[in-house]
C-alpha cells in the first residue's frame, strides 16, 4: 500500500503539470470572454463629503442600473436606488440615493464593522488587483456606521471573508423624508492597485442590501448560485477603468501606550488557600505601514501588542484532535489571503475546518493560548511584476513563566515567503510558499511547498498543492513521502444544479510544519461530496435548497486499514429573511489506536467504534453535548453558551461584551471592550477580561470565585505622512 500510494503521489505531480500545459491553450477563450471595461467618470470639481450629494456634476452621471440578485433574481431593486462612482487625483467617490418608505428604514447600529442582516446597506466591492479572486468591500448603513471587509477565494464559501481587516476612508449619510442619502470617499493611498501609465483596471460591484426582506441589488447583474456572498464574487465583478490615477504612497506612524493590572490568584506556601497576586503592567510600542511601490506595503511593527484584540470563541473538544481558531490580530490581516497554501482540507463530513495548513500565523505570539511577547517583526504584502508577494518574519521574547521546571521557552523567529501569479487564465494561478522557525537553542523546522488553483471550464476548478517539510530533531530527504504532504481537488463551484467535490489527500509520518496547522498525521483521505441545488421561486419562503451525499474516509499509510469512515445525507436551506436552516446525519466508523480522555469522568479506549451523529441548526448559540459509555459507567455532558452584546452611544463611542459559559472547562468567561475612536486612526480601548469557577469545590482547598482578572487601557494615534 506504501508504495503504490507513493506512486500516486508522483503521478499527481506529472498530472498536475499536463492540466497546465493543457489550460495554456484555451487561456485565450477565457481573457476574450471578459466583458468590455467600463470607463468611469473623472471629476475636476470640489466634494463636500456631507452625505449630501447635491453637486452639479452628479447629475451628469448615469447612475448604474441595479438588478435583484435575491431573493428572486433578474428583477428591479425593491425600492429605487441610485448608485453612482466617480473620481479625482485622490479619492474614488460614491453616491447613493436609497429610497425608503419610513416604516422600512432601520436605524439599528452606530458601531464599526457591525456586520447585521438588520441593516440597510449600500456598498462598493473593488478587486484591486484585478486578479478574480481577492476583493475589498466598503459599506454604510443609514447612521453612517462603516463596514470595511477583505474578500478572498472568490467569495465562494461562507468563510471567505475577512471582517478584521480595517482601512482609512471616510462617509457621510443623511436621513431624509423620502429614505436616506450617502457619499463614500476612499482615498487611493488606501488601495492597493497597479497601473500602466497612469490606467488603472480593476473589478468593481456595487450594490444595495434591504434589510425589509433582506434583498440584495447589483451591479452588475449577479445570480445567486455560488452560495450566500454570490453578490461580492470578484470573478463576476464588472471591469472599470480610471486614466490618471497613481497610487499614494502614503506612511502610516501608529505609536501606542498601554497600562494595566493583571490579578491572578495563587496558594500560598502551606498550601491552605489561595491568595491574589497584582502585577501591574506599563508599555509602548510602534507600527509603521509604508507604501514601497504603488501596491507594495511594508509593515514593520515593534514591541507590537494585541492587548485590544477580542477573546476567542470557547470551545468544547470532543474528539483527539487539536481544537483550530481564526486569526483575529489586525497586523496580520492586510491581504492575509496571500498566505493561504492550496485548499480546504475537511477535517470531517460537512465540516468547515481543515486538516492541513502550511502557514497558521497564531503559530507566533501564542503559546498553549497564553500570548508570547513579540519584539517585533516585518511584514511585506502586494504585487509585483504579476506576482503576488507576501513576505513576514516575526521574533519573540524568551519566556520563563510558562513552565515550573525552571525551562524557558526560547525566543524564536518565524519566517513566511509567498509567491504565486494569475496564469493560463484570468481565474487560475500558480505559487510556492517557504516557512521557516528557529529558535535559540538551536532547533528549526523548514517547510516549502508547490500549489496551483486552475479553472479548467466553467465553473469546474482542480486545485492541487505538494508540501514538504525538514526539522532538525528527524534525518531528511529531498522528495521523500514520508516527509511530505499531498492533496488535490476538483470542485464544482456553483450551487445551482448538479455539483461535486471531490478530494484526495495523503500526508507522510515526517511531515510536520513547524509554522503551520495539521490535525492528523500520516494518512490518505478521500472524499468529499456530491450536491444538487436548486431555487424554488418567488412563492416559496426559501431561497435555496441544497441536498448533499457527504463521504470521507482516512486510511492508514502503513497497511491501507481505514481509520475513520464517514457518509451520510445533510440538507441545508436559505430562508427568505436570510437565516440558514441545515440538517444532517453522519455514521461514522472510528479505529481509535489510542485513547484519550474527555473528562476526569469518562474516557475513550482504544478500539472501533460506529455511531450515528445528528444535527440540526438555526443560527444557534448554545449547545449541549452528552455521551454515554453504559458498558463502563461512564458518561459526559457539557453546555457550551455564549452570548455577544454590542452597543453603540453614537459613530465614535462603542462598546463589544462577550459572555461565555463553558461547563467542560468549568468556568464563566467575560470579555468587555469600550472602544472611542474620533477618527479613523485615533483609538482609546478600555479592555476588562474575567474568568469565574463555576465548581469551586472540586479540589481539596476550595476554589477562589475569580480565577484571573485583567483591565488594560490602550491608546494609539496614527500620522500620515
Not at 506504501?2 to 508522483?10: D, I, K, Q, S
Not at 493590572?261 to 506556601?269: A, S, V
Request: glycine share 8%; net charge negative; proline share 4%.
Amino acid at each position: 500500500m506504501g508504495n503504490t500510494l507513493g506512486f500516486h503521489f508522483y503521478s499527481c505531480i506529472l498530472f498536475f503539470l499536463t492540466v497546465l500545459l493543457l489550460e495554456s491553450v484555451n487561456s485565450t477563450v477565457y481573457a476574450a470572454s471578459n466583458s468590455d471595461p467600463v470607463s468611469l467618470t473623472r471629476i475636476d470639481q470640489p466634494v463636500v463629503l456631507d452625505g449630501m450629494p447635491d453637486e452639479p456634476f452628479w447629475q451628469t452621471i448615469e447612475p448604474f442600473p441595479l438588478v435583484e440578485h435575491t431573493p428572486v433574481y433578474g428583477s428591479g431593486p425593491l425600492y429605487p436606488t441610485e448608485i453612482r462612482v466617480a473620481y479625482d487625483d485622490q479619492y474614488l467617490y460614491l453616491s447613493a440615493v436609497c429610497i425608503t418608505p419610513p416604516d422600512d428604514l432601520f436605524l439599528t447600529s452606530f458601531r464599526r464593522d457591525h456586520v447585521a442582516a438588520s441593516n440597510d446597506y449600500i456598498a462598493i466591492v473593488l478587486d484591486t488587483f484585478n486578479d478574480n479572486e481577492t476583493a475589498l468591500s466598503f459599506s454604510v448603513i443609514p447612521t453612517g456606521a462603516r463596514v470595511d471587509m477583505a474578500f478572498f477565494d472568490d467569495a465562494q464559501t461562507s468563510g471567505s471573508f475577512n471582517s478584521s481587516w480595517n482601512t482609512f476612508w471616510d462617509a457621510e449619510t443623511v436621513i431624509t423624508d423620502d429614505g436616506w442619502t450617502v457619499e463614500i470617499r476612499i482615498p487611493f493611498s488606501s488601495l492597493r492597485f497597479q497601473d500602466d501609465n497612469g490606467r488603472v483596471e480593476m473589478g468593481m460591484i456595487v450594490y444595495r442590501w434591504f434589510a425589509t426582506n433582506v434583498s440584495v441589488a447589483t451591479y452588475p447583474p449577479i445570480p445567486p448560485n455560488w452560495g450566500f456572498w454570490s453578490f461580492a464574487k470578484p470573478s463576476k465583478a464588472q471591469k472599470i477603468v480610471m486614466e490618471d490615477v497613481y497610487s499614494k504612497r502614503a506612511v502610516y506612524i501608529t505609536p501606542y501606550v498601554l497600562g494595566g493590572i493583571d490579578q491572578n490568584y495563587l496558594m500560598n506556601p502551606s498550601g491552605t488557600r489561595y491568595s491574589r497576586d497584582d502585577s501591574y503592567t506599563g508599555d509602548v510600542g510602534l507600527d509603521v505601514k509604508y507604501s514601497l511601490t504603488n501596491n507594495l506595503t511594508l509593515d514593520v511593527t515593534v514591541n507590537t501588542d494585541f492587548a485590544q484584540v477580542e477573546a476567542d470563541d470557547q470551545q468544547v473538544n470532543l474528539t483527539r484532535f487539536s481544537l483550530f481558531f481564526p486569526e483575529k490580530r489586525l497586523f496580520f490581516q492586510e491581504r492575509s489571503s496571500i498566505f493561504t497554501f492550496g485548499t480546504l482540507e475537511r477535517s470531517g463530513v460537512g465540516s468547515g475546518s481543515t486538516t492541513n495548513q502550511l502557514f497558521y500565523s497564531r503559530r507566533i505570539g501564542l503559546f498553549q493560548g497564553q500570548p508570547v511577547p513579540l519584539l517585533g517583526g516585518v511584514r511585506l504584502v502586494g504585487r509585483a511584476g504579476g506576482w503576488d508577494i507576501g513576505v513576514l518574519n516575526m521574533q519573540t521574547q524568551r519566556v520563563g513563566s510558562f513552565f515550573t521546571d525552571g525551562n524557558a521557552l526560547p525566543s524564536e523567529n518565524f519566517g513566511v515567503v509567498r509567491l504565486r501569479r494569475q496564469a493560463f487564465n484570468p481565474y487560475s494561478y500558480i505559487g510556492v510558499m517557504a516557512t521557516s522557525r528557529y529558535d535559540t537553542e538551536g532547533h528549526y523546522n523548514l517547510a516549502w511547498g508547490l500549489d496551483g488553483n486552475i479553472r479548467v471550464f466553467d465553473n469546474d476548478y482542480l486545485t492541487l498543492s505538494l508540501a514538504q517539510t525538514a526539522d532538525s530533531d528527524i534525518s531528511f530527504g529531498f522528495a521523500d513521502p514520508e516527509s511530505s504532504h499531498m492533496h488535490a481537488r476538483w470542485e464544482r463551484r456553483s450551487q445551482d444544479g448538479f455539483g461535486y467535490d471531490l478530494n484526495l489527500s495523503r500526508s507522510g509520518g515526517l511531515y510536520n510544519p513547524g509554522t503551520g496547522f495539521i490535525l492528523r498525521r500520516v494518512y490518505t483521505r478521500i472524499g468529499d461530496r456530491l450536491f444538487y441545488g436548486w431555487f424554488p421561486g418567488e412563492a416559496s419562503p426559501l431561497q435555496k435548497h441544497q441536498i448533499y451525499l457527504n463521504w470521507a474516509a482516512f486510511y492508514k499509510n502503513s497497511d491501507g486499514a481505514v481509520e475513520t469512515l464517514e457518509y451520510g445525507p445533510s440538507w441545508s436551506g436559505t430562508l427568505k429573511s436570510g437565516d440558514n436552516v441545515n440538517l444532517s446525519l453522519t455514521v461514522i466508523r472510528d479505529n481509535l489506536i489510542s485513547g484519550f480522555s474527555l473528562s476526569d469522568r469518562a474516557e475513550v479506549p482504544a478500539g472501533e467504534y460506529e455511531y450515528v451523529q445528528a444535527g440540526a441548526s438555526w443560527e444557534i448559540f448554545y449547545r449541549y453535548t452528552t455521551i454515554s459509555f453504559a458498558d463502563r459507567d461512564q458518561d459526559f455532558h457539557s453546555h457550551l453558551g455564549r452570548l455577544s452584546v454590542n452597543a453603540a452611544v453614537n459613530r465614535a463611542l462603542s462598546a463589544a461584551g462577550l459572555i461565555q459559559y463553558n461547563s467542560a472547562a468549568r468556568g464563566v468567561f467575560v470579555n468587555l471592550r469600550i472602544r472611542y475612536n474620533r477618527r479613523e486612526g485615533n483609538d482609546f480601548y478600555l479592555v476588562y477580561n474575567e474568568g469565574y469557577n463555576t465548581e469551586r469545590g472540586r479540589e481539596s482547598v476550595r476554589l477562589p470565585f475569580t480565577s484571573s482578572r485583567a483591565i488594560l487601557l490602550k491608546y494609539s494615534h496614527t500620522l500620515i505622512y
